[in-house]
Structures are given as C-alpha cells and as structure tokens.
C-alpha cells in the first residue's frame, strides 16, 4: 500500500471531522468486511480519502448519498459494483462487494461469474439489466439506448439515474484503490 494507515492520535485539524463522520457511517452501514484496523485507522478507499480530504470528503459526500438512502434494490447495487470492480481489478472492492453480495443473497456461483468477467445466464431480470448498465459504462462509449430504457422501466428515472451515478462512484472508488496499492486486508485473505 502506497499510503501509511492513519491513526486516529495523528489526524489534522482538517482531517478529524472527516474521520469522524466517515467512521460512523462505515460502522453503521458497511458490515461484515474489514474496515477498521484494531488501532482504529481506517481501511479501503477511506484511509487514501482521509490523506486528501479535500477530495475525500467531497467524494465521501458522494458516497453517503449514493449508500445510505437510496432506491435501487440491494442486490442490484451489488451486482453493479462487482461488475465495476471486476472490471478494474479491484482487489479490495471485489473482496468487500462480494461479501455484502452474500449477505444480500446472492449465489457463490453468480458472484465467481461476475468476478471472472462475465455475466451469469441466470440473473434475474432487474440484477441482469444492472449487469448490462455496468458492463456498458465500464467498457466505454455512450450507454444503449435499449440499455438505458429498460433501467427506466425497472427502476425508474431516479433509479437509473442512481445506477448510473453509482457505476460512476464505483468506478472512482476502484481507481483510488488501485492508485494507492490498496489490498485486501492481511487477516482477510483466503
């Protein structure tokens, strides 16, 4: 990892009410995966946030509108976020994103699929549609049209607004990752 972790006893100014606020939303909505190391510094994309934050803390804004309340079913969500990180290669996101995939359902099988590149034949209709949108934005050019319509019709115009905006996200989170080196926690790996 290219940055050092940062403890909680050698923040800034600046960069304490960031922690702060970041930490509380990671306990309470980002569960089941690594994310706070025992000395409380901040794991994932959050620790690289916490080294700029002027930049982290307007992506972490970001990050909580596009987490905490929103109207996409989780399952989708998840199957967008793994097809980004699969497409960056994104160790920690892919680590992360399959675990919270799990806890929302889905199979083993489909998530190895989607983590290997490609998109299982079973998905259902809603979590297809969000492979589909995935896999277009994160490969380049303009979203289908034919893409694009059935994300209104499932989702709506807000929901495949949201979509959209959340590949955008994940797209920057897996880039921050693998910018700055960012693993899978050692006590994680399998």
């Known amino acids: ?37 025992g000395d409380g510094a901040l794991l994932g994309p959050w620790n690289p946030w916490l080294h ?25 969500r998840e199957i967008a976020i793994l097809v980004t990180g699969a497409h960056f290669h994104s160790a920690y996101e892919i680590y992360a994103h399959v675990i919270a995939a799990e806890q ?19 998905l259902p209709r809603d979590q297809a ?14 979203l289908p049209a034919l893409s694009y319509k059935q994300a209104v019709e499932a989702f709506g115009q807000h929901g495949a607004a949201e979509l959209i905006y959340l590949v955008g996200l994940y797209c920057m989170v897996s880039v921050t990752l693998n ?12």
Request: no cysteine; aromatic share 8%.
């Open 1 to 37: 990892m290219r940055l050092p972790l940062m403890k909680p006893d050698t923040l800034t100014e600046e960069q304490k009410p960031l922690y702060a606020d970041m930490r509380a939303g990671i306990e309470k909505n980002f569960k089941g995966f690594a994310t706070i190391d």
């Open 52 to 76: 700029e934050p002027q930049f982290g803390g307007p992506i972490w804004e970001l990050t909580k509108a596009l987490s905490f309340s929103t109207s996409l079913p989780k399952p989708v």
């Open 104 to 122: 929302r359902g889905l199979a083993d099988d489909t998530l190895a699929t989607i983590v290997a590149g490609q998109r299982p034949g079973d």
């Open 129 to 142: 549609i969000a492979y589909d949108i995935a896999s277009a934005l994160v490969n380049g050019g303009v």
């Open 179 to 190: 910018g700055f080196d960012v693993p899978v926690p050692e006590a994680e790996r399998r």
